[in-house]
Nanobody
Framework: QVQLVESGGGLVQAGGSLRLSCAAS????????MGWFRQAPGKERECVTT????????YYADSVKGRFTISRDNAKNTLYLQMSSLKREDTAVYYC????????????????WGQGTQVTVSS
């Protein structure tokens, strides 16, 4: 089992950057495939990006490709999301998630979730 806590959200102007972190408890962080999801008001939770256990392979949704970068530091039990060139449509609650299968983009296929961190992009 793993517990996840996100941080780093906030208010940023369009075109700006933010770095989200997801701190994991326990010694098993490196055994999980990780993902970042987001949910805007009135919309379904969507997958933004995923990363394999070693960090060697990643997936990005088309909407964030070239602007967002996922990474992880297994020694620090931490997952990151570097967001650049932010747009108003990136406004959402961002969640990190842990699962046991690679490159899953459905929220239902992840086993553990953080509480979320709000990202608001203003024009």
């Amino acid at each position: 089992q793993v517990q996840l806590v996100e941080s780093g959200g906030g208010l940023v102007q369009a075109g700006g950057s933010l770095r989200l972190s997801c701190a994991a408890s326990g010694r098993t962080f490196g055994t999980y495939y990780m993902g970042w999801f987001r949910q805007a008001p009135g919309k379904e939770r969507e997958c933004v990006t995923t990363i394999t256990r070693s960090g060697g392979s990643t997936y990005y949704a088309d909407s964030v490709k070239g602007r967002f970068t996922i990474s992880r530091d297994n020694a620090k039990n931490t997952l990151y999301l570097q967001m650049s060139s932010l747009k108003r449509e990136d406004t959402a609650v961002y969640y990190c998630a842990a699962g046991l299968r690679p490159f899953r983009v459905q929220a239902s296929e992840y086993d553990y979730w953080g509480q979320g961190t709000q990202v608001t992009v203003s024009s």
